[in-house]
């Protein structure tokens, strides 16, 4: 039997919410396709040399957003891999269109319970920088779940999923899209 390999054709966009496991996830899924991982907020960072968190304090969510928007595009462009974006890209309707003509969008799907168990405790999140951080979660998650549902794909983050089965999600979801993913022999 030939073996056979993934080859990707387009760039595979990684939305959700903040602890969906768009870092995480993605990195094991560059790793398995054998392409590079990119990382919106990453890329930002090292741009602004500063955080994410002291961006939105010194300059507001609006230069960030169109900052985020820039950086995107530029990744959409560089080279085909998996792209890790922060929670709140894809609720940019230009920035969904963009992704859509260049790339392909997957939804990490996780429920409010396993995003707060891994959000809780992290200080880097600027938008839980409330007096109720789980009300604010909650909120987040209303407000942003029907735009998330846009997504060309979408895949279950489940608490007893290791990152590696939700890559295996992501690339099973992905091989239903043959314009983004084919297997092809070696």
Request: aromatic share 4%; proline share 4%; hydrophobic share 45%.
């Amino acid at each position: 039997m030939v073996p056979l390999q993934m080859r990707l054709k387009k760039t595979v966009v990684l939305v959700g919410m903040m602890g969906a496991g768009k870092t995480a996830v993605g990195t094991v899924l560059a790793k398995r396709l054998a392409v590079p991982f990119l990382d919106s907020d990453a890329a930002i960072e090292k741009a602004a040399n500063m955080s994410i968190a002291e961006i939105f304090a010194r300059d507001g969510e609006g230069f960030f957003r169109a900052k985020e928007s820039q950086v995107i595009s530029r990744l959409l462009d560089d080279e085909r891999g998996i792209l890790s974006t922060g929670g709140g890209a894809f609720l940019s309707e230009a920035n969904r269109e963009m992704i859509s003509e260049r790339g392909v969008s997957v939804l990490l799907d996780a429920d409010e319970d396993l995003l707060w168990n891994r959000v809780r405790h992290k200080d880097s999140r600027p938008l839980l920088r409330t007096a109720d951080p789980r009300r604010t979660l909650q909120d987040l998650i209303a407000k942003r779940g029907p735009i998330y549902a846009q997504a060309d794909l979408k895949v279950r983050a489940l608490p007893h999923y290791a990152v590696t089965d939700t890559a295996e999600k992501v690339i099973e979801a992905l091989l239903t899209r043959p314009d983004v993913l084919e297997l092809e022999e070696a």
